[in-house]
C-alpha cells in the first residue's frame, strides 16, 4: 500500500498547478511600479513660479494651426497665446474625461474581492486621476487661462457612456484618450520652448499614465477573451464613437478667439491643415495598433477613425 501511495504522491503533485490570473499579475506589477515611482503634483511642481512670456504651451509643431499660412502671418505673442490656450483646452478635456474614467472604473470594482491586486490598483488609478485633474487645474489656472468644456452634445453623450459602457468598450474607451494624449505629452515635456508647468505637469502625467494604459490593455484583452463577434463588432463602433467624441472636444474653438484669430478662418485652416492631420496619426498609431490586434478596428470603425486623422 505505502508504494501505491508513493506512485501517485508524484502524480497528484504535477498535475495540481496553481491558476495565474493575467489581471492580477500585472496589477501586482503595477502597484509595486506605483509604490516605488509616482508623484505628488503639489510639492513636485513649482506653482510659484512665474509663467515666462516667450514660451509656448506646447510643442508648436502640435498646434492645430502649425504649418499653414495663418500660422505663418500670426505674430510671436499670438503664437504664444494659442498654444497656451491649446494645451489647458487639451487639459481641460482631459479633466473632463478623467472624471468619466473614475466613475467608470470605480462601478466596475464594486463589490469585488478587495483582497486582489486588481481592485487596490484600480483604486489606485482613481486616485492618481484624481491628482492629475487637479494638476491640470492648477496648471491652467497659473497660466491665466479659463475652463474650457465640451459642447452640451458631447457632455450628454459622455454621460451615457459612462453610465453604460461596460468591460472592453469602458476600457478601450479610457485608452483611446491615454495613448493619444501620452504620445503628445512625451513631446512637451522635452520641449526647451514650452512652459516649464507644461513640461512638469506632462511629465507626471506620462510616467503615472502608462501604468493605467497597461491596466486597461489587459482589462480588455481579458474581456474580450471567447466573446462573439457581433459583440466584439459592437463594442468596435461604440469605442469608435467615444474616440469622435474625445478627439474632437481636444481644441475648443474658442482658443482661436484667444490669440485674436478670426474662429471661423482658423478652424477652417484647423481642419485642412495636413501636417495637423499627420501629427494625429502619429499620437493614435499606439492605440491603432493595439484596437487591431484586438479586433476592434471593423471596417465601420476605421472610417470613423480615418474622418479623425487618427488612421
Known amino acids: ?17 496553481p491558476t ?51 500660422w505663418d502671418e500670426m505674430t510671436e505673442a499670438q503664437k504664444v497665446t494659442l498654444t497656451k490656450h491649446e494645451v489647458c483646452s487639451v487639459m ?22 478587495h483582497g486582489k491586486a486588481e481592485f ?3 483604486l489606485t488609478e482613481i486616485a492618481d486621476e484624481c491628482r492629475h485633474s487637479i494638476m491640470f487645474a492648477r496648471a491652467c489656472t497659473a497660466m491665466g487661462v479659463p475652463a ?9 453623450l459622455g454621460r451615457g457612456f459612462k453610465a453604460l459602457a461596460r468591460s472592453e468598450a ?24 514650452v512652459q516649464p508647468i507644461v513640461r512638469a505637469t506632462s511629465k507626471i ?16 484583452r481579458d474581456a474580450l477573451a471567447g466573446v462573439s463577434k457581433a459583440r466584439r463588432n459592437a463594442s468596435a463602433m461604440l469605442i469608435a464613437i467615444a474616440a469622435h467624441v474625445i478627439v474632437s472636444n481636444m481644441v475648443n474653438p474658442a ?7 478670426d474662429t471661423e478662418q482658423a478652424l477652417a485652416a484647423a481642419k485642412a491643415n495636413p501636417h495637423r492631420q499627420a501629427m494625429m496619426r502619429t499620437s493614435s498609431r499606439h492605440l491603432m495598433d493595439f484596437l487591431g490586434e484586438m479586433g476592434l478596428l471593423t471596417r465601420p470603425a476605421k472610417v470613423v477613425y480615418r474622418r479623425l486623422s487618427m488612421l
Open 1 to 17: 500500500m505505502s508504494s501505491t501511495v508513493t506512485e501517485i504522491r508524484p502524480q497528484s503533485s504535477s498535475t495540481v498547478a
Open 20 to 70: 495565474v490570473d493575467p489581471i492580477d499579475e500585472t496589477s501586482q506589477r503595477l502597484l509595486a511600479s506605483a509604490s516605488t515611482l509616482s508623484y505628488d503634483p503639489m510639492t513636485e511642481v513649482d506653482w510659484d513660479a512665474p509663467v515666462p512670456d516667450d514660451k509656448y504651451g506646447l510643442n508648436p509643431e502640435w498646434s492645430t494651426l502649425y504649418g499653414t499660412s495663418l
Open 92 to 113: 481641460s478635456t482631459g479633466i473632463w474625461f478623467e472624471m468619466i474614467l473614475q466613475q467608470m472604473v470605480l462601478r466596475d470594482q464594486y463589490v469585488r474581492n
Open 120 to 122: 487596490q490598483f484600480a
Open 148 to 156: 474650457y468644456f465640451p459642447n452640451k452634445l458631447s457632455v450628454e
Open 170 to 193: 469602458a476600457y478601450a474607451g479610457i485608452l483611446v484618450a491615454e495613448e493619444v494624449l501620452d504620445v503628445m505629452q512625451r513631446d512637451w515635456m522635452r520641449g526647451e520652448n
Open 205 to 220: 502625467h506620462v510616467v503615472e499614465e502608462s501604468r493605467h494604459m497597461k491596466f486597461a490593455r489587459q482589462e480588455v
Open 255 to 261: 482658443v482661436y478667439a484667444a490669440a485674436g484669430l
